[in-house]
Antibody, heavy 121, light 112 residues
Framework: QVQLVQSGAEVKKPGSSVKVSCEAS????????FSWLRQAPGQGLEWVGG????????TYAPKFQGRVTLTADESPTTVYMELSSLRSEDTAMYFC??????????????WGRGTLVIVSS | QSVLTQPPSVSGAPGQRVSISCTGS?????????VHWYKQLPGTAPKLLIY???ERPSGVPDRFSGSKSGTSASLAITGLQAEDEAVYYC????????????FGGGTKVTVL
């Protein structure tokens, strides 16, 4: 059974950085892409960025460009999201998700349980 | 403000049919990009419900169906059940290059 296991909740000060991990297990993930999405309290879903571990080149939503860095290890397949210059508006649940389909038809078919990041002074 | 527009809420009695609309524009749904749907229960991660406009992943009941036309898509739930009470999101690709993957704001389905 394919699973994505995310690291635990974080509480950070404004201006600091946070790094969240997501380890994939229960399958082969050679050419799958993985995305990070976030959901602020009571709000909808927002795509942050994505990476294909086999190739290593990330893509970022323009809103987060310059503040987010996605990296990946291949064995075991683990993806990381680091978000810097944190502000209170970054308080949210951060999900990693596997990209099914391909290209512009991609969808998110396996999700991690989420990592709560709280930014507070 | 979400790129894709969904009604905030819909409701129906058990056994009834409800439909959720997802309206986009010429840079996403109207450009022919696929629409996908997710179901989210409180405190849990979203779950893929429909992909590529009409396809159901293994294990999703055939009470759930998707359709797409022009700049809009719809999710229909027939034979509404108590466990269908959740928030539903649509998702598509956007070619405007401001962001790749866009979502609707979510629709809360209430079973009366």
């Amino acid at each position: 059974q394919v699973q994505l296991v995310q690291s635990g909740a974080e509480v950070k000060k404004p201006g600091s950085s946070v790094k969240v991990s997501c380890e994939a297990s229960g399958g082969t993930f050679n050419d799958y892409g993985f995305s990070w999405l976030r959901q602020a309290p009571g709000q909808g879903l927002e795509w942050v960025g994505g990476i294909i571990p086999m190739f290593g080149t990330p893509t970022y939503a323009p809103k987060f460009q310059g503040r987010v860095t996605l990296t990946a290890d291949e064995s075991p397949t683990t993806v990381y999201m680091e978000l810097s210059s944190l502000r209170s508006e970054d308080t949210a649940m951060y999900f990693c998700a596997r990209e099914g389909g391909s290209g512009d038809s991609a969808y998110f078919d396996v999700w991690g349980r989420g990592t709560l990041v709280i930014v507070s002074s | 403000q979400s790129v894709l527009t969904q009604p905030p809420s819909v409701s129906g009695a058990p056994g009834q049919r409800v439909s959720i609309s997802c309206t986009g524009s010429r840079s996403n749904i109207g450009a022919g990009f696929d629409v996908h749907w997710y179901k989210q229960l409180p405190g849990t991660a979203p779950k893929l419900l429909i992909y590529a406009n009409t396809e159901r992943p293994s294990g999703v009941p055939d009470r759930f169906s998707g359709s797409k036309s022009g700049t809009s898509a719809s999710l229909a739930i027939t034979g509404l059940q108590a466990e269908d009470e959740a928030v539903y999101y649509c998702q598509s690709y956007d070619s405007s290059l401001t962001v790749f993957w866009v979502f609707g704001g979510g629709t809360k389905v209430t079973v009366l």
